[in-house]
């Protein structure tokens, strides 16, 4: 009797690669969008993510239209006033996104042990760098060559800086190692108690790998470094678990004092202050404050905040009610984490617009129009309570357009079109190790020249504006406390299963007679149709 081959299960990388080439299916025979032609692409990687950043938006552009400069219904307004302005916020984001994805996909196929941890990153010879969590980030480890990929693998080799000190006898060398193999307990049950705490945030992704190869991500060790710094200040997480789930002390089970809020707004910033570490690259801060921010969610929270109290001062206008908290909480589904704040600060400026006379509508109702020819409709008078309500229900539509449809469309119009460019140039290289590191190093350099950004940092004035003012407090913690609530998130590239959550449901047959009549009308022309490539 023969023996059973088990099936080798497929690396990240090769998921990935994989991925892009369905997605890149989908956005052609799904959407039928126009790729680029691949011929043309810059031959310096200098200019390759730009030229991908263009291209990506002259592909995207059919799917929103004009929308995308308006997705709270008032155009003009930033950070979307122009074509080139969108271009770029859809482009930073897009760029900062994929870096993030393939350097996790590095990190779970190079899982390390504690012990590895502390003798390849951790390691100081002239402080107790294991014990006070020196950060050494990984982009910085690789342009340094501590850590070199193999050739066509994912897999890195990496040289310990205690393979190159020079000590000065054998007792300083015997006793460096000994700290250093000694502190791996300690960097072990620190960083499990971090992410213990950080576990119950329901957008924080671990920085440890689970299953067979256990052990920590190479990607996120320095991200460990800069959270078990502060792990018992994180206590205050555990805090905002009890006031979500009612176990605050009576009477007020589901709130946050002001010593509270201070306190978690102090680690906020405390986390993000990285500009103290001289072995963090440009990419390595991109990345780590992406994470504290993925995870904690306090910058979007704080900004959505300053709106809401803003337009009370201004225009006496409540939004503390627990529907029109939830409303205004949808924030939290953008998924492009360095400028999302900038789409609140958006959304609220179209609020004013429409209050002083500016008509807006939602998306909606401007395809509907569309469809039915009716552009000529003289928009009929509002009130005040009849504007915020129309307002509220834009809103919710223009984060639901943002976080499901705008920002993982183009993000997988980039990574398929930078993806393939990439391949290309490795003459059309099927080796996903090889075509993912290429990618990465790309992306790594390109933010590493400063071309991206993103320094979260809460100010003084937002905890200041609510002291002694019990009222306002209470409308605070509200606000934080709903960060607690999952959302969904709708990952690039897509696949099926992402296009599933996009497109209509099948309801009692409607979405097939839907599908019989696109069969039938396939040979008429469509306004606005791309060209099928």
């Not at 219904?73 to 930073?92: D, I, R, S, T």
């Not at 202050?273 to 001289?278: A, I, Q, S, Y």
């Amino acid at each position: 009797m023969g023996r059973i081959m088990m099936k080798k299960e497929p690396r990240s990388d090769e998921r990935f690669v994989t991925r892009c080439a369905i997605a890149d299916n989908i956005l052609r025979y799904s959407f039928r969008l126009d790729r680029p032609d691949l011929s043309k692409r810059p031959k310096k990687e200098d200019a390759l993510i730009d030229w991908a950043v263009k291209e990506a938006y002259a592909m995207f552009e059919p799917l929103v239209g004009d929308r995308i400069a308006k997705p709270f219904g008032v155009g003009c307004l930033p950070p979307l006033y122009g074509k080139e302005a969108v271009q770029n916020f859809l482009g930073e984001n897009a760029i900062a996104q994929l870096y993030c994805q393939l350097r996790e996909i590095i990190g779970e196929e190079n899982p390390v042990s504690a012990y590895e941890a502390v003798k390849y990153t951790y390691f100081g010879s002239k402080e107790k760098s294991s014990e006070k969590g020196i950060v050494t980030g990984m982009d910085y480890l690789i342009q340094n060559n501590v850590y070199t990929f193999q050739t066509g693998s994912m897999a890195l080799n990496k040289k310990s800086e205690l393979d190159t000190f020079e000590f000065q006898d054998k007792e300083e060398e015997k006793k460096i190692k000994k700290k250093c193999s000694g502190a791996n307990s300690t960097l072990k049950s620190s960083s499990e108690s971090a992410d213990k705490k950080l576990s119950i945030l329901p957008q924080y992704k671990s920085f440890f790998v689970s299953g067979k190869n256990s052990g920590f991500k190479l990607s996120d060790l320095d991200v460990a470094a800069i959270f078990r710094r502060y792990n018992k200040a994180m206590a205050a997480l555990y805090i905002v678990k009890d006031a979500y789930d009612g176990l605050r002390p009576e009477p007020d089970k589901h709130q946050l004092t002001m010593q509270e809020i201070r306190k978690l707004k102090n680690l906020y910033n405390n986390l993000c202050t990285l500009n103290d570490n001289p072995k963090l690259t440009n990419a390595d801060r991109l990345y780590i404050t992406i994470r504290i921010e993925q995870a904690l969610g306090i910058q979007l929270t704080m900004s959505l905040w300053e709106n809401v109290q803003k337009l009370h001062e201004a225009r006496r206008i409540e939004l503390d009610d627990v529907t029109s908290i939830k409303q205004m909480s949808t924030c939290h589904m953008l998924g492009n984490i360095i400028n999302r704040a900038a789409l609140v600060d958006m959304a609220f400026k179209t609020l004013n617009e429409m209050l002083d006379g500016m008509p807006a509508e939602t998306w909606r109702t401007e395809i509907e129009k569309s469809i039915k020819g009716n552009w000529g409709t003289t928009p009929e008078m509002e009130n005040e309570s009849e504007i915020i309500r129309k307002w509220k229900k834009i809103y919710e539509e223009g984060m639901d357009f943002m976080a499901n449809w705008v920002v993982p469309l183009y993000n997988t119009c980039f990574c398929t079109i930078l993806v393939k460019a990439v391949k290309a140039d490795l003459n059309k290289s099927n080796n996903s190790s090889e075509i993912i590191q290429t990618t990465f190093e790309i992306l790594a350099d390109y933010i590493d020249e400063g071309k991206i950004k993103f320094e979260p940092h809460i100010s003084e004035s937002v905890c200041n504006s609510v002291k002694r003012k019990p009222d306002m407090v209470r409308k605070l913690s509200d606000y934080i406390i709903e960060t607690l609530t999952p959302v969904e998130e709708i990952e690039a590239p897509i696949t099926c299963n992402e296009l599933d959550q996009m497109i209509p449901k099948k309801v009692d047959g409607h979405y097939l007679n839907y599908i019989k009549t696109q069969f039938m009308d396939r040979k008429n022309p469509v306004a606005g149709e791309p060209r099928k490539s």
